[in-house]
């Protein structure tokens, strides 16, 4: 069965952090694209960060970039979100998915490629 658990989430002060992680099962991570993506309340859902699956070559949001970190452990078949300086705007759902290795991380992949499958998510709260 493919599936994608996502963990690492939870209430943290502004300029704080966190790491969320993405795990896989059924399928191996290094052999697919990956990405995470957040949702706010009332908000569609927005790419963050890929990372992609031939060289590792990533890609960050402008809202993220400098603070966020994606990185691939093959050996443990997961892939992380270092989350730095967070900010109360980053609080969202954060979600993790899959696609084609052929689609290449950019920031036009995050609406026009064949996602999936997805995580139930984990929730980032950024509060004092």
């Known amino acids: 069965q493919l599936q994608l658990v996502e963990s690492g989430g939870g209430l943290v002060q502004p300029g704080g952090s966190l790491r969320l992680s993405c795990a896989a099962s059924?399928?191996?991570?290094?052999?697919?694209?990956i990405g995470w993506f957040r949702q706010a309340p009332g908000k569609e859902r927005e790419g963050v960060s890929c990372?992609?699956?031939?060289?590792?070559?990533?890609y960050y949001a402008d809202s993220v970039k400098g603070r966020f970190t994606i990185s691939r452990d093959s050996a443990n078949n997961t892939v992380s979100l270092q989350m730095n300086s967070l900010k109360p705007e980053d609080t969202a759902v954060y979600s993790c998915?899959?696609?084609?290795?052929?689609?290449?991380?950019?920031?036009?992949?995050?609406?026009?490629?064949?996602?999936?499958?997805w995580g139930q998510g984990t929730q980032v709260t950024v509060s004092s």
């Open positions: 998915a899959r696609v084609e290795p052929y689609y290449y991380c950019s920031e036009y992949i995050f609406r026009g490629a064949p996602w999936g499958p």
């Open positions: 059924g399928f191996s991570l290094v052999d697919y694209t």
């Open positions: 990372i992609s699956a031939r060289d590792d070559w990533t």
